[in-house]
Nanobody, 124 residues
């Protein structure tokens, strides 16, 4: 059974930083595509970033240059470093994982497994 558990959310001021973590069990982060999504109240879910088994990354335009996705294979954990945070980054952030190795279409179409989410709130 695949479990993805996010942590690291919180409240920060505009311009601040947070690092989200996603600990996986029943799933090997080094083998497949994983990513981060977010959903703000009243808005649709948005794909934020993805990383495939080769370490290739994709980002939403809104976060390019500010967010960095990474993983620690030894810890079986996915990360999202978020810098220069803006109030519009406020959302529930979800870790997601695919059975497939490729991240093609990930940000648009989603994944096979989801975490429970961690809240990020950025105040101006």
């Amino acid at each position: 059974q695949v479990q993805l558990v996010e942590s690291g959310g919180g409240s920060v001021q505009s311009g601040g930083s947070l690092r989200l973590s996603c600990a996986a069990s029943g799933y090997t982060v080094s083998n497949s595509c994983m990513g981060w999504f977010r959903q703000a109240p009243g808005k649709e879910r948005e794909g934020v970033a993805g990383m495939d088994l080769n370490g290739n990354t994709i980002y939403a335009e809104s976060v390019k240059g500010r967010f960095t996705i990474s993983k620690d294979n030894a810890k079986n954990t996915l990360y999202l470093q978020m810098n220069s945070l803006k109030p519009e980054d406020t959302a529930m952030y979800y870790c997601a994982a695919r059975e497939a190795a490729s991240c093609s279409g990930l940000l648009a179409f989603g994944a096979d497994y989801w975490g429970q989410g961690t809240q990020v709130t950025v105040s101006s």
